[in-house]
């Protein structure tokens, strides 16, 4: 970080454009020294592990020992080569991660916004079943996932006891085969999030001006028409950006996974970053986690750029 | 709207309700039961006997001292969000309101890694964490994951907001910048300033795998990391583990409860600013 106070340069044609307030002189200074507590926090744990993740992922890297010796890009290398010891739990983490994302985004994209819709009205107790909905979102994965390991225990959990008692099948392993597993992980971080998404959406549809609505009206238009035409257009940008945080979240998942199945069955449902955890948190393998993160990371950064792509079309596309 | 419409509403949001309340109360009532009852089926909904016994075998037992763990957890997530709150207001101060030189550069890095995931943090912030001998104590919880740029921005768009009017003529009456930002314009950012130290707060309190492997004794866990600990020590234990689990999540059902709009509030600002 650059400490050396530099002169500010005038700027008078700024100046006269727009008066900016009195002692602006001795603004470089201040600034640094305003931003100096964030930015050291933000070098050492931000912007130097970027850095040292990738070095990490060129090295056979192992926190415990003094010997870290440099293998190039053979991580990268045994992580596409079939065979390497890393190949096959990897790629495997990486479908579990893959069919959890497939999932769990759709779900979480359009089931809050339905819960938005109803909820998008003045009706009595609209605040207390707001505040309900997101309850779950201020509890930590760790007791969500202990709390729901124990309702869909197979033998003696609350939700095949139910079912029984309506005359389902009753005896589901819903942590320890697939796809029951995948139907319990992706159903329990719906219901643990649903409230987030759903409390965005809300705030997204109160920026919708009532005009819209009002002339579609004029225009003839029922409640579907309008939906389509008015709230779904301006809802937009809210639409984006939920769809990306929800992507990145159920890319990152790991609680539910951890606590929940531990990946089982086998490690079916290992999530990555799971994997990659384990591999180099638990076993020290840590330059192969490294490389695993660059490649989980890049492949997400592009899944991101493609959302963003689309949503920008689609703009365009209304917009002419 | 019509009668019926209402009524469509309105059973639509109690089933709702009663499928995001329901296993929490089953949660809390299986935390009072006595072993046996709390895996027998069907299962009932009303601990009988009332037992106390699942309390007090997790607090007094040397592995699993969740009341440590609470202690951890409280002392973690309050230095984190007042570092949070400390550090972000004075950037994004700077960011909002003067100019400098180099000022487009730091907002540029800073908003590029919003959009980097997590994931390639952790193995790095190991071996830098490592290095500073914080492995397996409570500085590995609190001072790494304020270095997230979101409380930055939060502020950042809430200062920018505010009238410029009071500030300036606090300079004209010959105040500092430093006086200025902390007479004037901290007093009025109470609320945002409030809001980024609840979602610090909670954040922090929930996080779960920075912990779960940068933390190791039994008695430096925090809660989140402790459920797992517990988990593993008692596999079919459910009367603990929903005793723990109840531990773990009343603290932040009562600050909820006490100040869910500003919560709600601040989650939902960060999605019209997106």
Known sequence: ?320 | MTATGRFVRYTILIVLTALFVSPLVFALATSFKTSQQAVQTPPSWWPNPFSTQAYQRIFDSADTPVFRWFLNSLVAATANAALVVATSALAAYALARLQFRGKKLVFGLIVATLFVPPVILVIPNYEIVGRLYWLDTLLAIIVPTAAGAFGVFFLRQFFIGLPRELEESAFLDGANRWQVFSRIVLPLSRPALATLALLAFLTNWNDFLWPVYVLFSPENQTLQAGLSTLQSANSVRYDLLMAGAVVASVPVLILYGFAQRFVIEGVSRSGLKG
């Open chain 1, 1 to 320: 970080m650059t400490a050396t106070v530099q002169k500010v340069v005038p700027e008078p044609d700024r100046d006269l454009v727009a008066p900016t307030p009195p002692r602006q002189r001795g603004d470089d200074l201040a600034a640094w020294l305003f931003l100096a507590p964030y930015l050291v926090l933000f070098a050492a744990f931000v912007l130097a592990p970027i850095v040292l993740g990738l070095w990490i992922s060129l090295h056979s890297w192992d926190f415990t020992l003094p010997g870290k010796p440099f293998v190039g890009l053979d991580n990268y290398r045994d992580l596409f080569r079939s065979g390497s010891t890393t190949f096959e739990p990897f790629w495997n983490s990486m479908r579990a991660t893959g069919i959890f994302t497939l999932f769990s985004v759709p779900l979480l994209i359009v089931i809050p916004l339905a819960v938005a819709l109803v909820m998008n009205a003045n009706f009595r107790g609209r605040n207390v079943f707001r505040t309900v909905y997101f309850a779950p979102y201020v509890l930590g994965v760790a007791v969500v996932g202990v709390m729901w390991r124990f309702l869909l225990d197979r033998n003696i959990g609350a939700v095949n006891s139910y079912l029984d008692a309506i005359g389902l099948p009753g005896d589901t392993a819903w942590l320890s085969s697939v796809p029951p597993a995948w139907i319990a992980l992706v159903g329990v971080t719906i219901w643990w999030t649903l409230g987030f998404n759903a409390v965005i959406y809300i705030a997204g549809l109160q920026e919708i001006p009532r005009e819209l609505y009002d002339a579609a009206r004029v225009d003839g238009a029922g409640a579907w028409s309008a939906f389509w035409h008015v709230t779904l257009p301006g809802l937009r940008p809210v639409t984006m950006f939920v769809t990306l945080i929800t992507i990145i979240a159920s890319a990152n998942m790991f609680g539910q996974s951890f606590i929940m199945t531990n990946g089982a069955p086998g490690r079916q449902t290992q999530t990555a970053i799971f994997w990659i955890a384990e591999t180099g948190l638990q076993n020290f393998q840590m330059g192969e986690a490294a490389a695993a993160s660059w490649i989980l990371t890049l492949a997400l950064m592009l899944l991101s750029v493609v959302v963003f792509g689309v949503f920008r079309a689609r703009g365009a596309m209304e917009a002419s």
